[in-house]
T-cell receptor, first 116, second 113 residues
Framework: GDSVTQMEGPVTLSEEAFLTINCTYTATGYPSLFWYVQYPGEGLQLLLKATKADDKGSNKGFEATYRKETTSFHLEKGSVQVSDSAVYFCALRHLYSGGGADGLTFGKGTHLIIQP | GAGVSQSPSNKVTEKGKDVELRCDPISGHTALYWYRQSLGQGLEFLIYFQGNSAPDKSGLPSDRFSAERTGGSVSTLTIQRTQQEDSAVYLC???????????FGPGTRLLVL
């Protein structure tokens, strides 16, 4: 079955540091890839997504590129802020050509702590 | 509100009791999903409803778990004869169509004593 692997952390960085959270996946076919974020006390929300190989998703200064050859979707940000402290989840899902989709398959989540 | 809502926000129950968790999706969203978030297993997909089609139950962990969606809107997840390992946060999500972005509710935190 499908699976997603990501570093669990916690990952602790200083403000303005460069961030990389690694994510690799195992899946048949060509899934869509996602990063979700869960801020303290809040619900899960979509951060960015990519639906095909070499696509780059971006939002709020975060970026991730769908790399089919390495089955990876690493999350990066050039300069993190304290407000980026949260748990980040990498996920995938399959879309069907006739419409419809699977549920999301999530990684275990990476707890990111940004210190001022 | 315009978002996905879930009730109750917290539920404490005794082992062996049945519980019902409710999800109100965003108005007009045809797809509805249930997930479970626990310390040991992370985030797991449970069940998916698309319009009036039969649900995809492939993620339900046992036959003690069931879900229904009435009138293509509100959904109820029922856990019968709860066990301590059922303790988790149960998340509901909805999307306009199955292939669109899923929007998550705040979750119901279930504790089985």
């Amino acid at each position: 079955g499908d699976s997603v692997t990501q570093m669990e952390g916690p990952v602790t960085l200083s403000e303005e540091a460069f961030l990389t959270i690694n994510c690799t996946y195992t899946a048949t076919g060509y899934p869509s890839l996602f990063w979700y974020v869960q801020y303290p006390g809040e619900g899960l929300q979509l951060l960015l997504k990519a639906t095909k190989a070499d696509d780059k998703g971006s939002n709020k200064g975060f970026e991730a590129t769908y790399r089919k050859e390495t089955t990876s979707f690493h999350l990066e940000k050039g300069s993190v802020q304290v407000s980026d402290s949260a748990v980040y989840f990498c996920a995938l899902r399959h879309l069907y050509s006739g419409g419809g989709a699977d549920g999301l398959t999530f990684g275990k989540g990476t707890h990111l702590i940004i210190q001022p | 509100g315009a978002g996905v809502s879930q009730s109750p926000s917290n539920k404490v129950t005794e082992k062996g009791k049945d519980v019902e968790l409710r999800c109100d999706p965003i108005s007009g969203h045809t797809a509805l999903y249930w997930y479970r978030q626990s310390l040991g297993q992370g985030l797991e997909f449970l069940i998916y409803f698309q319009g009036n089609s039969a649900p995809d139950k492939s993620g339900l962990p046992s036959d003690r778990f069931s879900a229904e969606r009435t009138g293509g809107s509100v959904s109820t997840l029922t856990i019968q004869r709860t066990q301590q390992e059922d303790s988790a946060v149960y998340l509901c999500a909805s999307s306009l169509r199955a292939e669109e972005t899923q929007y998550f509710g705040p979750g119901t935190r279930l504790l089985v004593l």
